[in-house]
């Protein structure tokens, strides 16, 4: 029998699966279907390894799934270092995996590319859920909007979201991620003010205030955007733990495998060891079980679970064992995650010798955190600072979420670790700040921004469970007097 | 085939692993400026997102310092892989130069 790994049933979503279309891997047809990535479609059939590393060729497969890290470079139509998670497949199409550094094309083999100078308003880099909020803002209080996102898709991490939000109506609560991404981006792709360009990457920040963006399809384009104001809301990264052969295809990060599951409906593997047992960790080794996916064992190096009880309770109930004062040492394999080793930890988190276990898996899912994607901000020059609470280094701002350099904005994950409804009133505030600095904004859009800065801080990141995050904002979080200050001082780039 | 040896990896883009990042504190790096010209940490494709958080976690615990000293190394264009074929052609009329 043929290797099929995609979903056909499942208790929440249904896949909406796109007509047949047919490209070559590696002189192979593969049939997939519209809106699946090159990567969704491969991993379908069972393929997982998708490039060997460029030093010590060492076999990469599925990581982040989002396109922000390296290890599923392939070749698409002889075009090297294509991130095939976020390849949409299209009929034809060749795609070969990457083996180490890609030959430099020779000159008679490039075809240049047009560039085209474009001015707006404001342009929004990241379509999630701060991105298409702030785009949506900025263009109802009367600016051009320019909209950038790497994905052929909107909606950010959204759309791997299948769980009901909590809180209120104004911030979707009953619905769910999926629902919400599609729901924004009908809005933002049929404004008529916001110009959005899809599979489309910032590649820099320059001189001149000015964003080059490589815009891939339909036709490929250097966008180049002149823009009075930014919101970067470029998101986030799983954190990366390290243990022996972390880099092995079938080791991911929680977010790829909700990628792969929830998104394109394909089963990221069939018995999984999930490492880390916060929030995310525990709904995604639900989310496994739903997908058909047998978990093994979720463990945890604290001695306590991170996340909340009732997820606990729901995979106690499925009998999936929990394991504090347990971590990951090793996984095994040839080409592919085949087992891995945990172990319990003393009280200063050292492994306890004799206490190894090797568990019978091909998936281990990293689900220990994230961390700010912060690569737009640092090249522009803004100020840094790593906060714990938040996840990592990310950009120092005032409370309107203007960064250390002037008309830059910072809004959602990018901002330090939050979730999607701090995300949509980040992308809220900041877009009317925006708007109130360079002119746009009514007195309606001052009041309605304080009403959000006093939600936001006083009410909603008040609840205990979220304590930790609002204290890293309040790090982050500096005086319009304090920001004049660190804007006068020279900080050279090294 | 095959990865071969067991490694810890700690940048996937540069194959760098943590044996090759203590050695590097080990003869004299303080900062990840440092470590990113040693080894190029964050001068691959993802330009550090994944290695950069580990490395600092890593140097500050070798330093003895709290992680919140370590300053973030310097970033240059392009911030993601993008074909020669984009900037082949110079920027129009309307160029800002």
Redesign the interface.
């Given at each position: 029998m043929e290797i099929d790994y995609r979903i056909y049933e499942h208790p929440i979503i249904r896949f909406k699966r796109g007509r047949r279309v047919r490209f070559y891997f590696e002189g192979r047809v593969v049939e997939a279907y519209e809106g699946e990535s090159v990567l969704a479609a491969l991993y379908a059939i069972g393929v997982r390894v998708f490039t060997w590393s460029k030093k010590l060729g060492r076999p990469r497969g599925a990581f982040c799934m989002i396109g922000k890290c390296s290890s599923c470079f392939a070749v698409v139509d002889g075009v090297p270092n294509r991130r095939i998670c976020i390849e949409p497949v299209r009929e034809g199409i060749r795609v070969e995996r990457q083996r180490g550094l890609a030959e430099i094309p020779r000159v008679e083999d490039v075809e240049p590319v047009e560039t085209v100078n474009i001015e707006t308003d404001l342009l929004v880099v990241g379509g999630g859920p701060a991105g298409l909020k702030a785009a949506l803002t900025a263009a109802d209080q009367g600016m051009d909007v320019v909209l950038v996102d790497s994905h052929y898709r909107l909606g950010g991490q959204l759309v791997k979201q299948t769980h009901k939000f909590f809180g209120s109506k104004e911030y979707f609560g009953g619905k769910r991620g999926f629902q919400v991404a599609e729901e924004l981006s009908k809005k933002v792709l049929e404004h008529p003010r916001i110009r959005v360009y899809r599979s489309s990457e910032a590649y820099g920040f320059f001189d001149n205030k000015v964003v080059g963006v490589a815009v891939k399809y339909p036709k490929p384009l250097n966008l180049v955007v002149k823009a009075d104001a930014v919101i970067a809301s470029t998101g986030a990264m799983e954190k990366g733990l390290l243990f022996e052969n972390n880099d092995l295809p079938g080791v991911m990060g929680a977010g790829g495998a909700q990628t792969l599951m929830n998104e394109y409906g394909v089963r990221p593997g069939d018995k999984a060891l999930v490492v880390g047992a916060g929030n995310v960790g525990l709904i995604v080794a639900y989310q496994l079980l739903q997908a058909g996916v047998k978990v093994e064992a979720l463990v945890e190096i604290m001695p306590r679970i991170g996340g909340w009880f009732v997820h606990a309770a729901k995979l106690r109930r499925y009998g999936v064992p929990i394991l504090t004062r347990h971590t990951i040492v090793k996984a095994i394999g040839e080409n592919r995650v085949e087992a891995a080793v945990i172990t319990r930890v003393d009280e200063n988190y050292r492994p306890i010798g004799g206490s190894e276990k090797k568990l019978d898996v091909d998936l281990v899912l990293i689900s220990i955190g994230l961390t700010p994607d912060t690569r737009f901000f640092s090249q522009a020059g803004a100020v840094l600072k790593w906060i714990p609470e938040l996840g990592g280094f990310t950009p120092i701002r005032t409370r309107y979420l203007e960064t250390s350099i002037e008309n830059i904005y910072v809004a959602g994950d990018a901002s330090g670790i939050e979730e999607a409804t701090t995300a949509f009133i980040e992308g809220e505030i900041a877009a009317l700040s925006a708007a109130i600095k360079l002119g746009y904004g009514s007195k309606e859009a001052v009041e309605r921004r304080e009403k959000l800065l006093s939600y936001l801080w006083d009410e909603y990141r008040l609840s205990p469970v979220v304590s930790r995050a609002r204290a890293g904002k309040l790090k982050a979080t500096v005086s319009e007097e304090e920001m004049m200050l660190i804007r006068g001082k020279k900080f050279g780039g090294v | 085939?095959?990865?071969?040896v067991?490694?810890?990896?700690?940048c996937?883009?540069?194959?760098v692993t943590?044996d090759d990042i203590l050695e590097a504190i080990e003869r004299g790096a303080r900062d990840l400026?440092t470590l990113k010209r040693m080894l190029r940490i964050g001068m691959?494709?993802?330009?550090?997102?994944?290695?950069?958080?580990?490395a600092?976690s890593i140097l500050a615990r070798k330093l003895g310092v709290p992680?919140?000293e370590?300053l973030?190394?310097?970033?240059?264009?392009?911030?993601?892989?993008?074909?020669?074929?984009?900037?082949?052609?110079?920027?129009?009329e309307?160029?800002?130069?």
């Open positions: - | 085939m095959g990865g071969g067991a490694k810890k990896i700690v996937r883009c540069e194959d943590i400026e691959g494709p993802c330009q550090g997102s994944h290695c950069i958080p580990i600092a992680v919140e370590v973030p190394p310097g970033y240059r264009p392009p911030l993601t892989p993008t074909p020669i074929k984009y900037f082949l052609k110079g920027g129009g309307s160029d800002q130069g």
